[in-house]
């Protein structure tokens, strides 16, 4: 396996080839933030949270995405770098309904702790209150698009490890939002399992169980590598 | 010479101000390093005063009497504090904007919801009018420093006033200081 080595925020690093940034960030403690980033899905590069600066590039890359490369100097964590984050922390935030007070997933919030960890204690930009609908029809299961952050995560992990394809992204702009099936109440998709995948890995309240209340989502997204990394290790074992 | 300090309650739920309230025994520390010379919980006077040091205003501006008392505030006052999540995002009194005007919420609130003898509240110069759309405070008048929370703990209250007796800047960051909700 050839080796690609490189220099993150003055750390030397060695990564297999093909191995992204992120993962080499990772490998030596630096830590970058990524909201629609989880270990089990293929990366998208939705949030730009982990947009970083490459010395001789004049564009920003997503470190979830780029690869890393032979001699690259990476920096992650620049003046620059930590207002862009903490602008787009406040989009979200004043894009969508945000209220944390009555929500499912206060307390236990990936959009709360990305806040805490760029700073943000008030938004500089105004907020928008968009009228947004919540779909209720699923028996089990709930889907609130003023908590919705477009980071995907549903939509991948419904197609990629239930293998259901559930999920989509419809319209663009301020219109986008996630759809269920062609466009239909989530309660009539008859290709939805009820597995609850996208609910769990949902960074934020959107997704939720019908018998949560304020507070009372307790998601766990990291599991979703467990459930990964074992199908791998069975599909190697004839 | 003591720190000047009031307290004001706009568009919120007092939690905030309950909150302050459970810095119980230590309530009695800070009555002697301050005067208190406006609050709905510590003290009776009826009109905000002049030459307020630091000023924590609960609450997002909603109505004509919010806005009057806010300007004012922020006349009179040196630091003025956006305390608690519903000065710094509306909050919850701000999830009456996506009806989009005062007219459609109170038609909603006086009107559809009612049993069939709802009327529209009108009393004018008793009734505050509802504003447009509920705003943070820092989208209505500058404001100098944000304390969020919903409620912010009595000890996240405590961290942030502590510094400003000392006439220092209270350091806000992390999720003990910082974490909405």
Excluded at chain 1, 26 to 52: F, W
Excluded at chain 2, 67 to 87: H, K, M, N, P
Excluded at chain 2, 123 to 137: C, F, I, K, N, S
Aim: hydrophobic share 40%.
């Amino acid at each position: 396996m050839s080796v690609r080595t490189l220099t993150i925020d003055g750390r030397d690093v060695a990564m297999a080839t093909g191995a992204t940034l992120l993962a080499a960030a990772r490998e030596v403690g630096v830590s970058i933030p990524t909201l629609c980033h989880l270990e089990g899905l293929s990366p998208v590069a939705a949030c730009r949270l982990c947009l970083v600066e490459i010395e001789g590039s004049g564009k920003l890359q997503p470190a979830c995405l780029t690869p890393v490369a032979e001699g690259m100097v990476v920096h992650t964590d620049t003046p620059r770098l930590q207002d862009y984050r903490r602008t787009l922390i406040e989009m979200l935030f004043t894009e969508g309904n945000h209220v944390c007070a009555v929500c499912v997933a206060n307390g236990h919030c990936e959009l709360q702790d990305r806040a805490v960890e760029v700073g943000m204690d008030h938004s500089r930009l105004p907020y928008r209150h968009p009228d947004r609908p919540v779909d209720l029809t699923h028996h089990l299961f709930g889907l609130d698009h003023n908590r919705c952050i477009l980071c995907t995560r549903c939509v991948r992990v419904c197609d990629e490890v239930e293998g259901a394809h559930v999920w989509d992204v419809g319209w663009r702009g301020e219109h986008c939002r996630i759809i269920a099936g062609l466009n239909q109440p989530w309660g009539a998709v008859d290709a939805c399992t009820d597995c609850g995948k996208c609910v769990q890995v949902c960074p934020t309240g959107a997704l939720f169980d019908k018998a949560d209340t304020t507070g009372e989502k307790h998601a766990d997204p990291a599991r979703l590598w467990t459930l990964v990394r074992a199908r791998a290790r069975g599909q190697q074992t004839p | 010479m003591k720190l000047r300090l009031a307290t004001v309650w706009l568009a919120g739920c007092s939690g905030c101000h309950m909150s302050f309230l459970d810095l119980d025994e230590w309530l009695i520390e800070l009555a002697e390093q301050v005067d208190v010379v406006f609050s709905p919980v510590a003290s009776d006077i009826k009109g905000f005063p002049e030459n307020v040091d630091v000023c924590l205003v609960e609450g997002g501006v909603a109505n004509g009497d919010n806005l009057e008392l806010i300007l004012q505030v922020r006349a009179r006052t040196r630091l003025l504090v956006s305390f608690g999540d519903c000065a710094i995002t509306a909050n919850v009194p701000g999830m009456r904007n996506r009806l989009d005007g005062a007219e459609p919420v109170l038609r909603r609130g006086y009107l559809e919801l009612a049993d069939g003898s709802g009327q529209l509240p009108h009393a004018p110069g008793l009734v505050p009018d509802l504003l447009e759309r509920v705003l943070p405070l820092h989208e209505v008048v500058p404001v100098d420093l944000y304390l969020p929370g919903c409620p912010p703990s009595a000890a996240r209250i405590r961290a942030f006033l502590e510094p400003l007796l000392r006439g220092e800047r209270p350091v806000m960051e992390g999720a003990a200081m910082i974490r909405f909700g």
